[in-house]
């Protein structure tokens, strides 16, 4: 009983600031043990090894991918890719014909490589621009019924994509006339991206300590130099691991790239000719792994140059509390 009063006189003697702190300091090392918990289970021999194996499952097929790439038509036909072991042999001919054919009605490979790029850039840069503002907005200004719109746009993910499609493109078609041009497949991945990409942002950003953001306050700071100079910088890893799921989803659609682009080899993505490649009862099933093999060079290459980053914010607050 002793102990428990001299605990509460010491509370109340306390100033309000020291005890401020003492929350806060109380706060970060709860967070730092959580982390350094996190940490260590995640570097343990079982999780090393689980990592592994999970590796080695997911190379096969991409290995095997590539082993058809580079095999005879008669050999992808005759056989599977393992036999590369026993006789081994390789071509370059698909991909000079997946690179350089064009149908009477398509153009080659390349012309909608170039499309994909054209599509999937502005498509997960303009769901991540305006997201992370409205992020910032619903979790560091208030305004009344922010709460209300923001469990509105987190509602609005359980709605089904195939339901919006066709009132889409209708407005598109007969208020903006912009239907089977970039801008409306822009456009529409915005759309369907903005729900999960502001639900996320939002989640890292409010995490942000309030500390932070009342000192770029007390210094004089506004919402746009808070949102520049200390949100964006503290933002990264969020912001890239984001923007490679943002980026991949929009690389690998078929779905609304066909809806919105019309189809055309102007401006359809790299997914419809890949489908086109099969041809008539697959009789070019061969050029299909050559094809398949180069539509992940860039997906690759966004993965493994914010790899860095995208783990640190597969991390960022799983160890909230």
Known sequence: ????????????DRPLGQKNDARAEKRQARKLSKAAEAQQKLTSPG?????IIIAVIWTIPT????VSSIRTPDEIRSNGWWNIFVSPSFTLDNYAAVLTTQGASSANLGSYFVNSLVIAIPGALFPIILATMAAYAFAWIKFKGSGAVFVLIFALQIVPLQ????????????????SGTFPAVWIAHTIFGLPLTIFLMHNFIAEIPGEVIEAARVDGANHTQIFFRIIIPLALPALASIGIFQFLWVWNDLLVALVF??????????????GELVGNFGRNQERLPAAAFISLVIPLIVFFSLQRY???GL???STKG
């Open 63 to 66: 290995f095997g991918l590539l």
């Open 1 to 12: 009983m002793t102990d428990v009063t001299g605990k509460a006189e010491a509370k109340l």
């Open 310 to 312: 995208f783990v640190r």
């Open 163 to 178: 339901m919006a499609l066709i009132p889409l493109l209708q407005i598109f078609s007969t208020v903006l006339g912009i």
């Open 261 to 274: 682009s019309g189809g055309t080899a102007d401006v359809a993505p790299l997914t419809q000719r890949l």
């Open 47 to 51: 999780a090393t090894i689980a990592a």
């Open 315 to 317: 991390l960022a607050g």
